[in-house]
């Protein structure tokens, strides 16, 4: 059975959308990603850090999905991480109102023993240097390492960033943070830069325009499924990746063929989780659910064309 091993924030999340609001709910990078990833029956574990605050029954309802949370440090006398951000109209931009590091201030990963030569590692957005120190922990140089990042970090820990995305194999990143990071308005500039600080493949992450994914001179785009209902966007990057780790972490095939099918499953997990509020929506998937809308993908975006 593949074997992945996830750190990123679990976390306390309030959210503002133009539908509604949210107190303190279960959120997080580590926690989302944790989800999409228990929908491909392998070996994961997340590895994060967590306040005395933090109720029990989220662990449980990530252990219950067979997610290994052994490696979720709780301080007791400390305080969980607290991310709060408010949605624009037009639901695809947001501000961040609240960035509470507290318990991740100080956080050291420590990867459980049995995690230690996983075949894929996932790192969640995280200060950069932490998501350097799983590597480090690693016993057996993983086959595949995915990381994904964002503006905070650009902000304040660049050569950080630089140094740690040197070392991973596939970057998941979204379109404003790849301008961010290049200083280049067109995303096929960008990627190309990005493939020249170290990763191979380049996932360029774009909302509800879909993601994606650059190789040397492939590309590969899949658009987002055309939804109903977007409710909360919170969490659909994360769950695009948990999806894209899951599935490759379950077929074991790392080539750019099967990355495009990864890209497919991650856009369709992402889908699902804008529908409700936080990680509602994917904490109870069936398999009928998700094979029915990745139905839905392909009616979407095959056809037949001459070309004489
Ligand atoms: P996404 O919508 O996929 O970009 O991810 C949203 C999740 O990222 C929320 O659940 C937050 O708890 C988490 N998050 C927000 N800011 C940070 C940060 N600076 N570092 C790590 N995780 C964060």
Redesign the pocket.
């Known amino acids: 059975m593949g074997k992945l091993v996830i750190v990123?924030?679990v976390?306390?999340?309030a959210i503002e959308t133009p539908f509604g609001k949210t107190d303190k709910i279960l959120?997080?990078?580590g926690?989302?990603i944790g989800l999409a990833a228990s929908n491909f029956n392998i070996d994961s574990a997340v590895v994060s850090v967590v306040g005395g605050d933090f109720p029990q029954e989220y662990l449980s309802l990530m252990s219950n999905k067979n997610i290994d949370v052994s490696g979720v440090e709780i301080i007791e006398d400390g305080k969980t991480?607290f991310?709060s951000?408010r949605y624009h109209n037009d639901m695809n931009s947001r501000d961040?109102l609240v960035?509470e590091l507290n318990v991740?201030e100080n956080f050291e990963p420590k990867v459980p023993e049995n995690y230690r030569d996983a075949e894929v590692v996932m790192l969640?957005?995280?200060h950069p240097s932490t998501q350097m120190s799983v590597l480090n922990q690693m016993t057996e140089k993983p086959k595949l390492v995915i990381l994904d990042t964002?503006n905070?970090?650009m902000d304040c820990a660049l050569d950080e960033l630089h140094n740690t995305i040197k070392h991973v194999d596939v970057i998941t990143i979204?379109d404003e943070e790849a301008r961010q990071l290049t200083g280049e308005y067109s995303l096929v500039v960008a990627a190309r830069k990005i493939h020249d600080m170290g990763p191979e493949y380049v996932v360029i992450k774009k909302g509800e325009h879909g993601a994606l994914l650059f190789h040397d001179d492939n590309a590969f785009y899949a658009p987002a499924l055309p939804l109903e209902e977007v409710f909360d966007?919170?969490?659909?990057?994360?769950?695009?990746a948990g999806g894209f780790a899951g599935y490759l972490a379950k077929t074991k095939d790392y080539s750019f063929d099967n990355m495009k099918k990864a890209v497919i499953y991650g856009s369709t997990l992402a889908s699902f989780c804008v529908e409700k509020f936080?990680t509602q929506r994917i904490e109870n998937l069936s398999t009928t659910e998700i094979y029915k809308r990745l139905d839905q993908f392909k009616s979407l975006t095959q056809f037949e064309i001459e070309l004489n």
């Open positions: 990123g924030t976390a306390f999340d959120g997080g990078a926690t989302f991480f991310w951000g961040t960035t991740l969640g957005n995280l964002m905070f970090w979204n966007p919170t969490g659909a990057g994360d769950t695009f936080g």
